[in-house]
């Protein structure tokens, strides 16, 4: 069987106060000619399918497209989870409806979520697709106030599913989840504040393909390498500028054996970080390449540079952001705390450290990890 796993697609997605609607199509566009020229049995998204729990009108009609090109023309059928990013109740609107044209989308829980079987002329593959949930919700649906985290909540999943498929059947399992030993990026809002959101490699290890979202950095996991990132749409962190963006396209014989590939989008817009003098760019002596492309610029200088945002953007159109160390002290960049990179509680904390010169107890820390978990269950399911 031959299948494509992609994943957070995050549509409706800004870099900055760019919006990425045009970049998401450009990519997306590349995706159905994939898909035509491959003929895959299948589809895989796994999660985070818009950027937020309103997605703008643009990305629904995006999506709409994209689904409508890909099931219609190609008659392709297409596995859809939910991610943290998505509102369950909106994502799955008219789902039982689509089943019969081959689009399955499990986004909130109920009983509806159900194996998959597909065949091929080796014969049966089962799909385990489970939506991304927060353990409270999860708990409630089981009436199992033990499933305290991620990990717990998953094992539930995979032990009401194993009762229901023929041992010996090649398995697929979709998730949108944090794997335990993966690469994290910037980009990525954590599932959980507070720790609870890891989940062991040990999960998988009777599945023989693992098709995961929620990370942006494509990646293989596993004893046995069968856990898959594909990673996300595009790049939307400069955390991201050395990552290859795109898709795997999956082939798995009569064993469950899998051969992988990884199939590389190109962006309409590149997202980079360049180097050197306000000097030397008006000059013209920086290899600037793609001058349309996201740019981070690092000025080399020592000193206070002059409206150097609107000087630089005449070369870059696309300018995000400029880091000039020169503007610290004595041009001392050692000393200086990016906060994009801090987890929640530890701003939160640093704040709570400079207005009561104290540091936060652990009954502070839980209070608050949980006030957020809670406000951001909410948002999702409103």
Request: charged share 25%; with cysteine.
């Amino acid at each position: 069987m031959r299948f494509i796993h992609t994943a957070d697609w995050h549509l409706g997605r800004s870099f900055y106060n760019f919006s990425l609607i045009d970049d998401q199509a450009y990519v997306l566009n590349q995706l159905v000619d994939l898909a035509r020229e491959t003929q895959p049995d299948l589809l895989i998204i796994a999660g985070d399918i818009y950027d937020r729990a309103f997605p703008p009108t643009e990305a629904v009609e995006l999506l709409d497209d994209v689904l409508c090109r890909l099931i219609l023309d190609l008659k392709l059928p297409i596995i859809i989870i939910g991610g943290n990013h998505d509102s369950p109740l909106r994502l799955e609107f008219g789902a039982r409806l689509m089943e019969s044209q081959r689009l399955y989308v499990f986004s909130k829980l109920s009983n509806r979520i159900q194996l998959i079987d597909m065949f091929d002329k080796e014969g049966k593959v089962t799909f385990f697709p489970i939506p991304y949930a927060e353990p409270s919700n999860t708990a409630e649906f089981f009436k199992n106030p033990e499933l305290i985290n991620h990990e717990k909540a998953l094992r539930q999943w995979i032990t009401l599913f194993g009762d229901k498929h023929f041992p010996g059947d090649r398995t697929v399992l979709i998730n949108h989840g944090f794997v335990a030993g993966s690469v994290v990026t910037e980009s990525e809002r954590p599932l959980d504040v507070g720790g609870a959101e890891v989940i062991s490699e040990q999960c998988f290890d009777d599945f023989d393909y693992v098709a995961l979202g929620h990370l942006h950095c494509s990646q293989t996991l596993g004893k046995k390498g069968q856990i898959h990132y594909p990673g996300s749409l595009l790049k939307y962190s400069f955390s991201e500028v050395n990552q290859n963006k795109g898709v795997k396209l999956v082939e798995m014989d009569k064993s469950g054996k899998t051969q992988v590939k990884e199939i590389h989008l190109i962006p309409k817009h590149d997202v980079r970080c360049v180097e050197g003098s306000i000097e030397d760019f008006l000059l013209g002596k920086v290899n600037i390449g793609n001058h349309e492309d996201y740019i981070q610029v690092k000025l080399l200088d020592t000193g206070a540079v002059f409206d150097a945002m609107n000087r630089l953007r005449e070369i870059f159109p696309n300018l995000v952001t400029i880091d000039h160390p020169g503007l610290m002290p004595s041009g001392d960049n050692n000393g200086r705390v990016d906060y994009r990179k801090k987890e929640l509680v530890g701003l939160f904390g640093d704040f709570y450290k400079f207005v009561t010169n104290e540091e936060l107890t652990n009954e502070q820390t839980t209070a608050f990890t949980n006030i957020v978990n809670n406000l951001r269950e909410r948002e999702r399911q409103q």
